[in-house]
């Protein structure tokens, strides 16, 4: 027999839904939460979006999905927190937490008495994650990012079992031309896995567009993960042997060394060769102020494409 389930204060009765705001104590920041409490028995499943505020096309099928899975329909429980990050979702605000400028998606292990950022980590932590069988975080490229689509799975974690059902997860997500093993700890999926709950990270989108047809690819390849873990009815479709897509299973994050104006020399679909200069950044008089050098034969992930960059933020991500 099902009973209610409660979820940062948000009761739903069995083939129910309840929406409304779980609070950060501490802060004036507070999550949107959707608890839908299916009919039949099943596992509990953890939806995120919008830890960075402007990768639409993830936000907009997760609104999607809140507003139109029905519980009746449903085995198991479904959690749903979007926009994660209200404010930036509301302010535009790409990368962080406009509060405290911290990026949310690398403070985990949380800091219960930090700024901002740490506290709203803390609440998703305990009273989200680890209470959830499967967590499954959305993102895409943020507003000034051009990126292929690509899955990431966890790579650490002393719970083996996690490891394995996110790997085998991972090859549920149809839309992805990468797999990508993470050797983070400190992003919201990982840390998930670090405590023993297997879990993805989706990448769709880019440089703040949202097309139907990527809002409908990203719930083809959440409703997908979810009937794989037989939350949602019907047969989960397994990539194709053919169709298997490029592990990527080392990678390296370029930040900005100066703030002023940035030169990629290499786009989204590139493939480049070691040694390659891939980009450089200018001062405001023309000044090369850096230049930079692929360290081996890769794949691009990410390229920044604005113009303007500032000192700290990404510029190009690639990996092998
Ligand atoms: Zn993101």
């Given at each position: 027999?099902?009973?209610?389930?409660?979820f940062g204060g948000i009761s739903a009765k069995p083939g129910s839904k309840a929406s409304g705001w779980t609070p950060v104590p501490g802060t004036d920041a507070r999550f949107p939460v959707t608890v839908i409490n299916?009919?039949?028995?099943?596992?509990t499943v953890l939806i995120t979006s919008a830890i960075h505020g402007?990768?639409?096309?993830?936000?907009?099928?997760?609104?999607?999905l809140a507003e139109g899975l029905d519980p009746k329909e449903i085995h198991g429980q479904i959690v749903i927190i979007n926009p994660v990050?209200?404010?930036?979702?509301?302010?535009?605000?790409?990368?962080?937490?406009?509060?405290?400028?911290?990026?949310l998606n690398r403070l985990f292990p949380p800091d219960k008495d930090g700024t901002t950022g740490d506290r709203m980590a803390y609440v998703l932590a305990e009273e989200f994650i680890k209470k959830v069988d499967f967590h499954i975080d959305t993102h895409?490229?943020?507003i000034p990012e051009t990126q292929p689509s690509y899955v990431y799975y966890p790579g650490i974690s002393d719970c083996q079992e996690a490891l394995d059902i996110s790997e085998e997860a991972a090859q549920y997500v149809l839309?992805?031309?990468y797999m990508l093993k993470s050797r983070a700890t400190n992003h919201a999926y990982t840390f998930s896995a670090m405590v023993g709950v297997p879990s993805l990270e989706l990448e769709l989108g880019e440089c703040c567009r949202?097309?139907?047809?990527?809002?409908?690819?990203y719930l083809e390849n959440v409703l997908n993960v979810l009937k794989y873990l037989k939350v949602y009815p019907g047969q989960a479709v397994k990539r194709p042997a053919e169709a298997e897509i490029k592990t990527i299973t080392e990678g390296v994050y370029l930040d900005a060394d100066y703030s002023g104006r940035w030169y990629p020399l290499a786009g989204r679909d590139d493939k480049i060769k070691k040694g390659q200069k891939i980009g450089y950044i200018k001062d405001l008089f023309g000044n090369v102020l850096k230049e930079y050098f692929a360290e081996f034969d890769a794949e691009i992930?990410?390229?920044v494409a604005t113009l303007a960059i500032k000192e700290g933020d990404p510029i190009m991500a690639y990996g092998r």
């Open positions: 027999m099902k009973e209610t389930i409660t299916g009919q039949e028995e099943g596992k402007c990768e639409y096309p993830s936000i907009e099928a997760v609104f999607e990050n209200v404010e930036a979702f509301i302010n535009r605000r790409p990368y962080v937490v406009p509060a405290d400028g911290k990026n895409g490229g943020d839309h992805a031309k949202w097309s139907r047809e990527e809002v409908d690819a992930l990410m390229v």
